[in-house]
């Protein structure tokens, strides 16, 4: 994890998706989606039975995340997707499941 340079150009979100989103491999595609827009980041189940993610990259590619995530893998059922934007000094270069 990197510190971001003043200028930067970043979108960081913070991003909780709800539903039957636990157990039917939501966080492996999550991965999986992410590294395919190179985007920075983190996903974790919560123990509410929601999953948690952070997102940060450019505005086109976190808004084409937040849009698979409406929906999700194949055996996912999201009901609800809540996200807002955060500041963060922090620069996350790759994305990983915690």
């Avoid at 039957?20 to 491999?25: E, F, M, T, Y």
């Avoid at 997102?55 to 808004?63: K, P, Y």
């Avoid at 849009?67 to 922090?90: D, N, Y």
């Amino acid at each position: 994890m990197k510190h971001l340079h003043p200028s930067h150009t970043l979108e960081t979100l913070s991003v909780f998706i709800e539903g039957k989103v636990q157990g039917v491999g939501f966080r492996a595609a999550t991965v999986r989606r992410a590294h395919d827009l190179k985007l920075g980041g983190w996903v974790r189940n919560v123990p509410d039975g929601r999953v948690e993610a952070l997102l940060q990259g450019n505005h086109a590619e976190v808004d084409q995340m937040l849009s698979w995530l409406l929906q999700g893998p194949p055996a996912a059922q999201v009901t609800h997707v809540q996200h807002q934007e955060i500041q963060t000094e922090r620069h996350y270069d790759r994305f990983e499941q915690m």
